[in-house]
């Protein structure tokens, strides 16, 4: 049996993605909007094991099965989007363009809030609808991106929190935050209440 990286909810978080783009594209095809999809932590496109790098132990071959990841899933919604913003800081997207030479893929390595700053500053939204799919691994994402994406007042939003693997390991039950961390939290919650 292959074993990949997640578990059945990510199997049933997928199919629930794929199905809401799909629905998305279809509701808007008929619209004049130019319809864009964008991944911040888009990886490779596929879902696969990554932490095999950094923990040895794990080198099996059965962590060598490779899934669809969201990146993908987008690339394959019928009808297409008319454009693709696909952002990882150390980009192994390249053959995505390869495979899919005739969507408009634009891949991004840069930090991802910076990107997508980037984007929702630069688009005419009057004009444009869009999706954003934000599934950091940890607290990457700032609330000021939240707030520049609800700005556009054109962009349906994914957001899967890492409440677990990232809020949950900030707090001490002592209540003694360290100021590092108090930073990273703020950053990420839009408060420093």
């Known amino acids: 049996m292959a074993y990949l990286f997640g578990g059945p909810w990510t199997q049933r ?12 594209a279809t509701a808007l095809k008929n619209q004049s ?19 095999r790098d950094s923990l040895p132990l794990l080198d099996l071959p059965e962590f060598d099965a490779v899934a669809k990841g969201p ?4 690339l394959e919604v019928e009808p297409a989007f008319h454009r693709y913003i696909l952002v990882e ?3 192994e997207l390249e053959a ?13 390595n840069a930090d991802a809030n910076e990107a997508i700053a980037a984007v929702c500053s630069t688009t005419n939204w009057r004009g444009t609808r869009g999706v954003v799919f934000l599934d950091p691994y940890g607290l990457q994402v700032t ?19 890492p409440s677990g693997m990232g809020l949950n390991r900030l707090l001490t039950k002592s209540g ?7 930073e990273t939290l703020d950053r990420s919650l839009g408060t420093n209440q």
Do not use: C, M
Request: net charge positive; glycine share 6%.
């Open 71 to 74: 990146a993908r899933l987008a």
């Open 89 to 91: 800081r150390a980009s």
């Open 33 to 51: 909007f130019e319809r864009i999809y964008i991944d911040a932590f888009a990886g490779t496109g596929d879902r696969t094991n990554k932490r």
């Open 13 to 24: 978080k997928l199919g629930v993605v794929r199905e809401y783009l799909r629905l998305y």
């Open 176 to 182: 003694d935050i360290p100021q590092g961390w108090q």
């Open 96 to 108: 995505l363009k390869t495979e899919f030479p005739n969507l408009k893929v634009e891949i991004v």
């Open 143 to 161: 609330w000021a991106t939240l707030v520049a994406i609800a700005a556009t007042k054109a962009l349906d939003v994914w957001v899967l929190f």
